[in-house]
């Protein structure tokens, strides 16, 4: 029966997000970079803190990290770029001047999925499947 009830869940857990929610919104700073159903937010193209987040999920990583761990420049203290991405001044794929200039435009990376990032969708697809890279 549906009840038309909604629960907003907030973790830095995405692992556990993805076990009881059915749409994930990946906030970084304030900002949501990645938004969709978990089967597509779990499923490349990844935003790259996304992807950060996954390659450092344990229970994930048994059944397959997302490729190396991915870490992130500098630390939390790292001051954010005063315009452009928020996650510039971490973002391991970052692309340069864009990046710390121009704030990202979330883009459709499939029906009901949107991703906030200057890199070409193209290239934020071939990072490898979360759940599908054996471990
Ligand atoms: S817009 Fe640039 S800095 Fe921001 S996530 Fe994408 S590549 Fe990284």
């Given at each position: 029966?549906?009840?038309?009830?909604?629960?907003?869940?907030?973790?830095?857990?995405i692992g556990v997000v993805a076990h009881i929610a059915d749409r994930i919104a990946v906030m970084y700073r304030g900002a949501i970079v990645e938004e969709g159903p978990v089967e597509a937010v779990l499923a490349p193209p990844y935003h790259p803190y996304t992807q950060a987040l996954l390659s450092a999920v344990p229970l994930l990583g048994q059944r397959g990290r997302v490729g190396v761990r991915l870490r992130l420049l500098g630390d939390v203290s790292t001051p954010a770029p005063a315009r452009g991405c928020r996650f510039a001044h971490r973002c391991p794929a970052r692309l340069g001047p864009v990046c710390e200039e121009e704030a990202p435009p979330m883009r459709p990376a499939a029906p009901g999925h949107a991703?906030?990032?200057?890199?070409?969708?193209?290239?934020?697809?071939?990072?490898?499947?979360a759940l599908l890279a054996a471990g």
């Open positions: 029966m549906v009840r038309g009830i909604a629960y907003l869940f907030i973790s830095r857990d991703i906030a990032c200057h890199r070409p969708m193209e290239e934020l697809a071939r990072a490898p499947h």
